[in-house]
């Protein structure tokens, strides 16, 4: 049973933390990150925040959401699957974001 269907800008409490709900569509038009400002931490899920290549296009929509991501103070990304990003989270989003913009 659904209790509310999350947009963006909302905050929930989880335990002790409070995470800002980022809506990030993309990989799917329902998808969002969780952000913990006070643990310095982002829950991504199936997100492609980690961008290596310049080959690919992203949508407007993507593209705005990483743009707001980037002004966050992370620390450590939590993926959906593999090992946590710790290293270096500002410079792997912005360099994601530059290599999102690119356009072919």
Do not use: Q, W
Not at 14 to 33: K, L, Q, R
Not at 39 to 52: C, Q
Request: with cysteine; proline share 3%.
């Amino acid at each position: 049973m659904i209790d509310a269907i999350l947009k963006g800008g909302e905050t929930l409490k989880i335990a002790d933390c409070e995470f800002e709900v980022i809506y990030t569509p993309g990989h799917s038009n329902d998808s969002i990150c969780l952000y913990c400002e006070a643990n310095k931490v982002l829950f991504a899920g199936d997100k492609p925040l980690v961008i290596r290549s310049k080959d690919t296009t992203y949508e407007k929509r993507f593209i705005n959401a990483l743009e707001y991501i980037v002004t966050k103070k992370i620390e450590t990304i939590y993926f959906g699957h593999g090992e946590p990003h710790k290293i270096k989270c500002k410079r792997t989003l912005i360099n994601s974001l530059e290599n999102a913009k690119i356009k072919i």
